[in-house]
């Protein structure tokens, strides 16, 4: 069984910064194809970023340019780096796995930002 723990939110100030990690753990094998989502309050959840099963990254129109994805293959661990967030940012962030979320989702991580 998997296990996905998402930390690093928080509130932040608009035009500010935040680094959030999700760690794996359990019996996976590989982080090569995940991903961040999000779901804000009354939304549905939504892809943010992700790998892909080339190693690329795919990241939503909304968040082009000011987040970045990486990941940390012996440390099972994927991060989002978030620069230059805005209010609509402001929702419950998820890893899991791309472009199917097939994994248990963890509990996510609160980003809140303030205008």
């Known amino acids: 069984q998997v296990q996905l723990v998402e930390s690093g939110g928080g509130l932040a100030q608009a035009g500010g910064s935040l680094r959030l990690s999700c760690v794996a753990s359990?019996?996976?094998?590989?982080?090569?194809?995940m991903g961040w989502y999000r779901q804000a309050p009354g939304k549905q959840r939504d892809l943010v970023a992700a790998?892909?099963?080339?190693?690329?990254?795919n990241y939503a129109d909304s968040v082009k340019g000011r987040f970045t994805i990486s990941r940390d293959n012996a440390k099972k661990t994927v991060y989002l780096q978030m620069n230059s967030l805005k209010p609509e940012d402001t929702a419950v962030y998820y890893c899991?796995?791309?472009?199917?979320?097939?994994?248990?989702w963890g509990k996510g991580t609160l980003v809140t930002v303030s205008s």
């Open positions: 899991n796995g791309y472009p199917t979320a097939w994994l248990a």
């Open positions: 359990g019996s996976i094998f590989s982080i090569n194809r």
């Open positions: 790998f892909t099963n080339t190693g690329s990254t």
